[in-house]
């Protein structure tokens, strides 16, 4: 089965509630009409109510069975989540009355919800940037126990006939650590591994990226992905990993027995490790709109409950992909 089609159809299994902080947006709505059309989750919709409504009206729809609209203004939860919100925050500074005022914003309230168990996770940013979903995510939500650093992943799928090499893949991190240090690196590069795991159910074979292979070109910057393959290696003794790889001798086997002749990877790469975010972002971007690919993301890992992040440049179909992906994680 492909990779969309089985997380779509986990996801009906599961029957997971997840939340929408952007309820007010037109593609969200219509994410919304389309997933509790083919049953995939049960949906909350956070924003103003009469708004939000007013969403519906214009596809010519109504919130029915297992869709509830929550207006952070006049909520019944308003006071606990704002109570919750201060107890998370109190140490570094806010009051009652910040948090009152904090929790009016629909992705703090959306991901105070999760972390009270009203939902079993969150998606935004179909409207607000990445920085204000993860920050929101990562003070509200808060990493796994024995994690510290919260990446992104893209997982990216290729299934157009014209795609030389279809299935799916990762691309990390595309969204949120701007300038990783090489034990940052590592870190993302297993946090990966384990996410395509998971979600795709395949062994993980990860290349970590740069504009050298095996050192044919000599910078610090190599160095940096260097260092971080070592960390990697030694610290996930049965990880899949090389590096440093340039892209075409990480994905394609003829480069590969040309320019990394002893790689363990052959040119046959699924979770790909950019160097920094600028890398990272410009390439999922290329991909997708360049060569077709399906976009999810980005994908927060890390976390001790789902919490996922939009492009602003997303369409309806991209919200459902990403509400079945959080649903797969809120099975984990
Ligand atoms: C996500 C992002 C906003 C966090 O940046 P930041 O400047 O460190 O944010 P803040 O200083 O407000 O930090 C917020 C909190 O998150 C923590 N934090 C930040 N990044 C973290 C990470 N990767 N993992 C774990 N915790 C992190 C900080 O320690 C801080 O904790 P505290 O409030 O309890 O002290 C920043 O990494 C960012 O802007 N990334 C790029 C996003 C982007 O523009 N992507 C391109 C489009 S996808
Ligand atoms: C992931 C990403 O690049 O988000 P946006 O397009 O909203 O900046």
């Known amino acids: 089965m492909k990779p969309l089609e089985m997380l779509l159809q986990n996801a009906a299994r599961s029957q997971k509630t997840i939340v929408l902080s952007e309820g007010t947006d037109p593609r969200v709505v219509q994410a919304a009409i389309q997933v509790r059309a083919q049953g995939i989750a049960r949906i909350i919709l956070v924003g103003d109510d009469v708004t939000v409504r007013l969403q519906f009206s214009l596809a010519q ?13 006049t909520s019944p939860y308003l006071d606990e989540l704002a109570l919750q ?24 309230y959306a991901a105070l919800l999760v972390r009270k168990g009203y939902a079993d996770g969150t998606v935004g940013g179909a ?24 990446s992104s992943f893209f997982l990216m799928l290729f299934c157009e006939e014209h795609h030389s090499k279809k299935g799916a893949f990762i691309f990390t991190d595309s969204g949120l650590v701007v300038d990783p240090n090489a034990e940052e690196l590592a870190q993302i590069a297993i946090a990966s591994a384990r996410s395509y795991e998971t979600l795709i159910g395949d ?10 292979t095996h050192g044919s070109a000599d910078h610090p910057a190599v160095d940096k992905v260097v260092r971080a393959t070592a960390i990697a290696k030694e610290t996930n003794p049965e990880l899949l990993v090389d590096g440093e790889l340039q892209f075409d001798a990480a994905f394609v086997p003829d480069v590969a027995s040309a320019k990394a002749s002893t790689s363990p990877l052959q040119g046959d790469a699924n979770v790909f490790v950019f160097p920094n975010l600028e890398s990272g972002n410009i390439a999922y971007k290329v991909a997708q709109r360049m060569a077709g690919a399906v976009a999810i993301g980005p994908i927060l890992q890390g976390l001790s409950k789902p919490a996922n992040d939009l492009s602003r440049g997303c369409s309806a179909e991209d919200i459902i992909h990403m509400i079945a992906v959080t649903a797969a994680q809120a099975e984990e």
């Open 127 to 150: 409207v607000a940037t990445t920085a204000d979903i993860v920050r929101a995510a990562i003070q509200v939500i808060g990493p796994k126990p024995g994690t510290k650093l919260i």
């Open 61 to 73: 729809s109504e919130p029915g069975d297992g869709i509830d609209i929550h207006d952070p203004a």
């Open 203 to 212: 062994t993980p074979r990860v290349a970590m990226l740069s504009f050298s």
């Open 85 to 108: 919100y201060y107890d998370l925050r109190k140490e570094k500074g806010v009051t009652l009355e910040h948090a009152l005022r904090a929790v009016l914003q629909p992705h703090v």
